[in-house]
């Protein structure tokens, strides 16, 4: 199994919130816990998982759109090209 690096975390965070821009999905509030978090803020080298959290169902309805949506490879292809 591999394993998520902060940079990897921050990477993909990035690559959500231009996928969110590009298909007008308005902003979603999460909360990183467990190792992820950890991770992400240097404490742990890396995670097996990510563990988020939403408010509301409307957050998680917004967070399951974007996680869904077929149109992904777009953002990806533009972030492969800009590096």
Do not use: C, W
């Amino acid at each position: 199994m591999s394993v998520v690096t902060r940079e990897k975390i921050i990477s993909e965070f990035h690559l959500l919130e231009e996928k969110a821009r590009l298909l007008s999905i308005k902003p979603v509030q999460v909360y990183m816990i467990g190792g992820g978090n950890l991770a992400l803020r240097g404490l742990k080298s890396a995670t097996k998982d990510i563990d988020i959290v939403v408010l509301d169902e409307i957050q998680f309805s917004l967070l399951q759109n974007l996680l869904e949506s077929p149109q992904l490879l777009p953002v990806y292809v533009r972030h492969l090209l800009q590096t």
